[in-house]
């Protein structure tokens, strides 16, 4: 494993300038190992840095790599390394740091020579694949040691992609922040340097892949990547080949628009053009169940809605207003989303009814995430007018999306994500890889 720190931050310089502090057995690399996690965390998860350039660590995770790492961390603070934003709240926040501005630069690697680096970070940081039992086919194209990449060209690409952004300020991809109609245009440092560690990662084949335990998806390499890195990949010297599911989400939303995925009975399908068959690998017959319930995505929502007979009542009563009085609605809405055309649909009605800049498919896509999972009170806001369109559009689909969120804005987003990996990972991909095919696959998501 390799540390990776800014490349204009010397410690050796800074020690001379602002002497170490008095800590038991004060380790340079236990300081830079700390450091680094701000590179690390945000290269994993984007989500994790806010709009700032504050990247979020956990206080846990950070005492198990350096018991003292808020001494370590307040030196760093205190001395001009790193930034540091006061929004801590036991159990519910994060702490936040970036690095001082002034060391705003590309990585360096940072020489640990024989340091033998804490068990927790050898375990986790470190060639970490750790799968469920039933999932570990997964990670069978990984450890094949088939997957390259072209290290030369895919930097030159993100430095030459880097000087561009530099140069162009005014070009540089914005993103739109959260519950507000502002655009923030993104930090072309901190794009590069994530790039540069999850190439870096991917040439000495230090793979990682998990399940997260909300939405069920899971995490490599690849997902963590820029897309446009991925055309560099190659597997057993052959170019690797991208197949997209048009709207995924809205799609699998048809799912939860027929009364038998919280009744149970008859399986059904997700549109009347297509048909999921499910294998049942371990008596290695084919079956023919098909679609999904709530209770195999979560119990813990089926027990809330399904199980209280008042709210079964109502969401079933929603459905079935759908399958009758509003019939033309589902349809309408079936018809668009298995046509892949659903973000097309969105573009033309946002765009002549709402804001004439919806011209472009990505802000569509952003406005859709809104419009499905942002909370119910986010809905009176100027911000909010794409959602209010689909209120008027598609009333009771809407409805739906109100009442699972009623409960906790998070069900209705972690419901739909849990059925798309359900149906990718535990249905495409196994049957994929079960069918000896001899083609790798690489699941990857927005």
């Keep these: 494993m390799k540390i990776f720190i800014p490349s204009k931050l010397s ?6 300038k602002y002497p170490p ?16 996690q701000i590179i690390v965390v945000s290269a994993n998860n984007k989500k994790t840095r806010d709009q700032d350039g504050f990247v979020s660590l956990s206080s846990s995770m950070l005492q198990r790599m350096v018991r003292e790492y808020r001494q370590y961390l307040d ?3 205190d001395t001009g390394i790193i930034q540091e934003k006061s929004q801590f709240i036991v159990n519910k926040k994060c702490r936040h740091f970036r690095f001082h501005p002034k060391f705003d630069s590309k990585l360096k690697v940072y020489p640990i020579g024989n340091y033998r680096l804490p068990k927790f970070v050898r375990e986790n940081f ?6 469920p039992k039933k999932y570990q086919f997964l990670a069978l194209p990984f450890e094949s040691g088939e997957l390259r990449i072209a290290y030369r060209p895919a930097l030159d690409f993100i430095e030459r992609q880097l000087n561009y952004y530099l140069q162009h300020p005014d070009e540089v991809p914005t993103y739109r922040v959260t519950g507000s109609i502002f655009r923030r245009r993104k930090r072309p440092i901190d794009q590069f340097n994530s790039a540069m560690y999850n190439l870096d ?7 990682h892949m998990n399940i997260d335990d909300t939405a069920g998806r899971c995490h490599s390499n690849l997902t963590n990547m820029p897309s446009l890195l991925r055309h560099f990949l190659t597997y057993g010297g052959e170019s690797l080949v991208s197949i997209d599911v048009s709207g995924s989400q809205p799609y699998i939303m048809n799912m939860l628009l027929h009364p038998s995925f919280y009744i149970g009975g008859k399986n059904f399908s997700f549109s009347q053009n297509i048909e999921l068959i499910e294998y049942e690998y371990k008596s290695g017959r084919k079956t023919n169940q098909r679609g999904l319930r709530i209770d195999q995505l979560s119990t813990k929502m089926e027990k809330e809605i399904v199980r209280s007979k008042e709210d079964a009542s109502t969401i079933i009563t929603l459905v079935n207003q759908g399958q009758t009085l509003a019939s033309k609605e589902f349809q309408r809405y079936r018809n668009i989303t298995t046509s892949g055309k659903f973000y097309t649909y969105l573009q033309k009605g946002l765009s002549r009814d709402v804001n004439s800049e919806f011209g472009n498919l990505k802000e569509v896509k952003v406005e859709v995430l809104r419009i499905f999972f942002s909370s119910n009170t986010f809905f009176k806001q100027e911000a909010a007018k794409p959602k209010q369109w689909f209120a008027k559009n598609f009333s009771t689909i809407y409805d739906i999306t109100h009442f699972y969120k009623q409960y906790n804005k998070s069900y209705f987003p972690t419901l739909l994500q849990r059925a798309e990996a359900e149906v990718m990972l535990n249905r495409v991909a196994r049957r994929i890889s079960h069918q000896k095919l001899n083609i790798p696959c690489f699941t990857v998501h927005d």
């Design 75 to 77: 030196y760093s603070r």
């Design 11 to 16: 410690l050796q310089t800074h020690f001379q």
């Design 21 to 36: 502090p008095r800590i038991n057995k004060f380790s340079e690399i236990k300081l830079a190992l700390l450091l680094s």
């Design 201 to 207: 990662r991917l040439v000495v084949q230090d793979y």
């Design 126 to 131: 470190s060639h970490n694949i750790s799968l």
